[in-house]
């Protein structure tokens, strides 16, 4: 399979798999005290930078499908787009990958709901649940996610 094929495949698999976590988690994937399960794939610019693209068009399908307000859309995946990119560019330290999620999505989403859905919480308060959010989802499921795909990296993500 050549290159670019391999990439274009590969962004379109990790996409269609986020939009398919956010359908099954719904329920915990919206709102100030979020739990997005989806988010675990945010480790996967260690793997490949076709992640970059996959996880954010994941994200920008998932907030179109289940209605996001157009703030949530633009800033929500804007938001992933510059912490898979920034995973990406700590892929020589796996322990630092989901940092970048951790802390973009903690300062930027609860702006996005404090304007978009009229969050009454304060914002800071949004940034710790939302931060405590992405620690689980990125941090701890994206990590157990990363050390199970790096034994078999060699199978899934040859040829990049």
Known sequence: MNKK?????QAAV????????????QYSSFGPIQFRVAEALTILPYFTPAAIPGVTIGCLLSNLLFSAEILDVIFGTAATLIAAY????????????????????????????????FEADPVPFMMLTVGAGQLVSAGILGMILL?????????????D
């Open 5 to 9: 094929t391999l990439y274009v495949t």
């Open 14 to 25: 990790i996409a269609a798999l986020y939009v398919v976590l956010v359908f099954v988690f």
């Open 86 to 117: 920034l995973s990406y560019q700590l892929r020589e330290n796996k322990f630092l990958v989901p940092v970048p999620p951790i802390l973009v999505n903690a300062i930027i989403i609860p702006w996005v709901l404090k304007y978009a859905y």
């Open 147 to 159: 050390f199970a795909l790096e034994k078999i990296r060699h199978i899934i993500f040859k040829d």
